[in-house]
């Protein structure tokens, strides 16, 4: 079975301060990983996903199979990162996606 | 522009009724799915359908049925409210090739009392 695990649900920075938040996967083969981003009162949308390797509003996220992670990182954090976080896997010839419970991120002026 | 939509936006009902949620996309997508978010659990699959008729359970499939009649619409039923279902939902969209990329609509905030 698959399973996405985020150990945070709460994560308070300061601006200017550097953000990781956390996601470690289990899954037999190879996922591809996702992070989806919810802001206030807006819908779910993809922020970055590891195949693409691309840096996403100063966000990147690299995929470490050896450790099974697939962590979110930014330098600097502005005020307008605030939002909810959701690490997502997709296993190997399925469309579904499994999602953790979600990180809250706060960053604190 | 192509587009995802949910109705209602709000919904209260009584525990026992039956309820439908509209879920429409214009993206002309083959795949769309139903995800619940709950404080605590994140977003857990429902149902999810690959295509015209096709339809297949997620994980907390229980009191929950779908049909899928054409490729823009994915309505989620519930057959008999229980409290336990105030939820908020989301439905999603994706192509075949888009790199499983999912799109969401607004969400339906669901209480059933």
């Known amino acids: 079975a698959q399973r996405v695990t985020q150990p945070e649900k709460l994560l308070s920075v300061f601006k200017g301060a550097p953000v990781e938040l956390k996601c470690n996967y289990s899954?037999?083969?190879?996922?591809?990983l996702f992070w989806y981003v919810q802001y206030s009162r807006q819908r779910l949308q993809l922020l970055l996903r590891?195949?693409s390797r691309e840096s996403i509003k100063g966000f990147t996220a690299d995929l470490n199979k050896g450790e099974t992670s697939f962590h979110l990182k930014k330098p600097f954090a502005q005020e307008e990162d605030s939002a909810m976080y959701y690490c997502?896997?997709?296993?190997?010839?399925?469309?579904?996606?499994?999602f953790g419970k979600g990180t809250k991120l706060s960053v604190i002026p | 522009d192509a587009e995802i939509t949910q109705s209602p936006r709000h919904k209260i009902t009584e525990t026992g009724r039956q309820v439908t949620l509209a879920c429409h996309q214009t993206w002309n997508h083959n795949n769309m799915f139903w995800y619940r978010q709950d404080l605590g659990h994140g977003l857990r699959l429902i149902h999810y359908?690959?295509?015209?008729?096709?339809?297949n359970k997620g994980e907390v499939s229980d009191g929950y049925s779908v049909s899928r009649s054409n490729t823009e619409d994915l309505p989620l039923t519930l057959e008999s409210a229980a409290s336990s279902q105030t939820s908020v939902y989301f439905c999603?969209?994706?192509?075949?090739?888009?790199?499983?990329?999912?799109?969401f609509g607004p969400g339906t905030r669901l209480t059933v009392t």
């Open positions: 359908s690959y295509g015209v008729q096709d339809t």
């Open positions: 899954y037999s083969g190879s996922p591809e």
């Open positions: 590891h195949i």
């Open positions: 999603a969209s994706s192509a075949v090739a888009s790199s499983y990329e999912q799109y």
């Open positions: 997502a896997l997709s296993g190997a010839g399925s469309y579904q996606l499994t």
